[in-house]
């Protein structure tokens, strides 16, 4: 047998086409929407719209200050802090429930791609960094199953239902 000319076999062609090392360019977003609505299916259109006005109501009702779930560590506690503050008014026992704090942060529109499982991982975090205190539901508090079910945060055998708020001492207290 002869041997065949080096050149008359051609290499294996890859069935995938290698991966750009540069990411294609950006297009703008308003062509690139149009794409992709252009290949979603009616029920995809519809979820996207869903999706899309969501996210412009809550750009509106949080106004110029970015979603939670953007935020630092650090920048996540003090903007919780401030919320759980606001919902204590005429309370005395400096608890929050979390699920209420989630609520209270959904409607003004802060918790933008951020669900509660990932809002308790995100205050868990901050838990053990220090930037916030996490408190444990007690017998003796008053509440209802369906809150405190919600709220429950349960690591390495602890549970937490509440954000601790952080007072500092009035001035008539010693």
Known sequence: MRAQRSGSIAPPRASVPPRASVPPPMLDPASELL?????LSPHGVAALLAHARKLRDDERRRGSAPPLIV????????????????????????????????????????????????????????HQAGLLVLSRFELGERADAA?????????????????????????GSK
């Open 35 to 39: 794409a992709l609505l252009a290949d």
């Open 71 to 126: 935020l630092s560590p650090r920048d996540f506690a003090v903007r919780v802090g401030h919320a759980a503050t606001e919902l204590l008014l005429g309370r005395d026992d400096g608890k929050v429930f979390i699920a209420a704090l989630f609520r209270s942060l959904e409607d003004r529109g802060e918790t933008s791609g951020l669900g509660l499982a990932e809002f308790k991982n995100r205050l868990l975090m901050a």
């Open 147 to 171: 809150t405190i079910t919600a709220s429950e945060i349960r690591h390495l055998g602890a549970a937490f239902h509440h954000v601790l708020v952080r007072r500092p001492k009035s001035e």
